[in-house]
């Protein structure tokens, strides 16, 4: 059973993946941006398993679900780092 909130999840998610896709070139400006924009893909392929699991493999696309969001949560963490590791070094 779909629920209402993983549906507004999703699209809230694709609100954001708009906002990436328009404004790529300034993404790029960040340090380590293809770190950032992989995590964050991940963590919508997350959400969209949510959203199908309740329609079909319940259990291998939760599963799947919440190995995204264990990805997506290494990927901003390694994002971070490497942010606040270039600042340290005076990177700007």
């Given at each position: 059973?779909?629920?209402?909130?993983?549906?507004?999840?999703?699209?809230?998610?694709?609100?954001?993946?708009?906002?990436?896709?328009?404004?790529?070139?300034q993404l790029k400006r960040?340090?380590?941006?293809?770190?950032?924009?992989?995590?964050?893909?991940?963590?919508?392929?997350?959400?969209?398993?949510?959203?199908l699991e309740g329609l079909?493999?319940?259990?291998?696309?939760?599963?799947?679900?919440?190995?995204?969001?264990?990805?997506?949560?290494?990927l901003l963490l390694i994002?971070?780092?490497?942010?606040?590791?270039?600042?340290?070094?005076?990177?700007?």
């Amino acid at each position: 059973m779909i629920q209402e909130n993983e549906i507004v999840s999703l699209l809230l998610c694709m609100g954001v993946l708009y906002f990436i896709l328009v404004n790529r070139s300034q993404l790029k400006r960040l340090p380590s941006s293809n770190i950032f924009v992989s995590g964050f893909l991940i963590y919508m392929l997350g959400r969209i398993f949510t959203v199908l699991e309740g329609l079909f493999l319940g259990d291998i696309l939760n599963l799947l679900e919440h190995a995204c969001y264990a990805i997506s949560s290494v990927l901003l963490l390694i994002w971070l780092w490497n942010v606040f590791k270039k600042n340290e070094r005076g990177v700007k």
